[in-house]
């Protein structure tokens, strides 16, 4: 059973860096054919994808959001990284980490709760 966890500030100031953990654990994050993703949801609004880190490294993001975004991963301990630069308060919201398979979720993690504000 694979399970992901989500960690990081659930508290950020407005023009400054969102960086969250995704943890995983039950399976590796450099197996083949999965794919790594961050998805979030605004309050009121849908599920938005923001990026990807796929099993071999390379990253897509989400064009809306490519300018400011960053994923990363550090395969000793089995996790992935979102940073997201100057951030507002409509970055406020649920982000989850979720690991996919042909580009569909198959697993999510529980999600963080992100508020932007001074």
């Known amino acids: 059973q694979v399970q992901l966890l989500e960690s990081g500030p659930g508290l950020v100031k407005p023009s400054q860096m969102l960086s969250l953990t995704c943890t995983v654990s039950?399976?590796?994050?450099?197996?083949?054919?999965?794919?790594w993703s961050w998805i979030r949801q605004p309050p009121g609004k849908g599920l938005g994808w923001m990026g990807a880190?796929?099993?071999?490294?390379?990253?897509y993001y989400s064009p809306s959001l490519r300018s400011r975004t960053s994923i990363s991963r550090d395969t000793t301990k089995n996790q992935f990284s979102l940073q997201l630069s100057s951030v507002t308060n409509e970055d406020t919201g649920l982000y989850y980490c979720?690991?996919?398979?042909?580009?569909?979720?198959?697993?999510w993690g529980q999600g963080t709760q992100v508020t932007v504000s001074s």
């Open positions: 039950g399976g590796s994050i450099t197996t083949s054919p999965y794919t």
């Open positions: 979720t690991r996919d398979i042909n580009w569909r979720v198959d697993y």
């Open positions: 880190i796929v099993y071999g490294g390379i990253t």
